[in-house]
């Protein structure tokens, strides 16, 4: 199996910065897109960047400008910097893996614990 473990959370003042990280390990061949999705309280789980094993990358607009994904393919991690943080990035942070998995079949979708960015005064 494949397992994600993320790091980087934490409470920070509004205007500060974050990093994120996410290290996938296990029965891996290949990963193809990576992400990190956020929910705060009482919403849904949504988007907020992917990045693709080429490089390319998309972003919810809330976060455009602000945050930066990015990735290591060799060593099967994910980063997502964030600048600028506002009040509403206040939320739980899921690492996402769409992977192809060692003697298996198609592409399997992995999901990290979640670590809790706060930002606050």
């Known amino acids: 199996q494949v397992q994600l473990v993320e790091s980087g959370g934490g409470l920070v003042q509004p205007g500060g910065s974050l990093r994120l990280s996410c290290a996938a390990s296990?029965?891996?061949?290949?990963?193809?897109?990576m992400g990190w999705y956020r929910q705060a309280p009482g919403k849904q789980r949504e988007l907020v960047a992917v990045?693709?094993?080429?490089?390319?990358?998309n972003y919810a607009d809330s976060v455009k400008g602000r945050f930066t994904i990015s990735r290591d393919n060799a060593k099967n991690t994910v980063w997502l910097q964030m600048n600028s943080l506002k009040p509403e990035d206040t939320a739980v942070y899921y690492c996402?893996?769409?992977?192809?998995?060692?003697?298996?079949?198609?592409?399997?979708?992995?999901w990290g614990q979640g670590t809790q960015v706060t930002v606050s005064s």
């Open positions: 996402n893996a769409l992977t192809v998995v060692v003697g298996r079949q198609g592409t399997y979708n992995y």
């Open positions: 990045i693709s094993s080429g490089g390319s990358s």
């Open positions: 296990g029965s891996i061949f290949r990963i193809n897109a």
